[in-house]
């Protein structure tokens, strides 16, 4: 990609900065690199660019004086963060550019620098929707201290989504586990309630890989970890016209075994 101008800020504020392309061949030219969710970048007059999303393009129809028509076309986007002379991408940005600033299509080397890791940003997350050639590199230890949700429609693969995150988490690469030299996988609790993610962990013995599926045939659960509202429901029928009774004695030796029973 060249550093060939592609507009001019006409307007700028923290949720917008408008880029003019008066030059309609050099709209044509970079029309593949304009879309919707795509990034420019655009120069703030002290050696750094801010990065920013493309959000929506609008092509305006006008007369010249001979009331030929042509067009012009304002690209409002969204700034995201900031990359400096040292090649270094930060998120947030503490200028915006003023009117006149050039903008340009961001080149594939920087959507490296953005986007393939640095730092903190070492796990993968995906591959980038722009290039399938770039890592998508997230803090790993921010994203998994947060609390997160996958939502898409029915057969959307949400369930995949997750499985592959995990697997990438603990290690799991190709039905490998590239940790089981280290012994140092992640311990991460799942509540399979479909029993869609078992198949996603198993592998061969000599991977060292320790799976430990609890469901109702091997579980044990400790009474003493149930509440008496719990255990009632377990264990009493309250349809029955005496259950009152039961929930009573029931009750009293619930007491009874908790005080005569030593838990270590």
Known sequence: MSNEVLGIVIDSSPLD???????????EKNKSFLQV????????????????????VKAIHQLDKDNNPYFRFNIHTQPVGMLNSDGVFKRGNMTLPVPTEPAYIVSESDMYKIFNGNGNYNFQFGKLIQNNEINLMIDGNKFFSKHVGVVGSTGSGKSSTVAKLLQKSVGIEDNINTNKEDQKNSHIIIFDIHSEYASAFFL???????????????????????????????FIESNESNSHNQVSQFRRAVILNKKNTTRI
């Open 204 to 234: 061969r013995e000599e991977e060292k890989f320790n799976l430990n599926i609890l469901d109702v045939n091997n579980i044990i659960l400790p009474y003493w970890l149930m509440n008496s509202e719990e255990l009632e429901d377990m």
């Open 37 to 56: 969710g795509q990034y420019i970048k655009i120069l703030d007059g002290n050696s750094k660019h801010i990065i920013s999303s493309i959000s929506n």
């Open 17 to 27: 900065i408008v880029i003019e392309v008066q030059d309609v061949r050099t709209f």
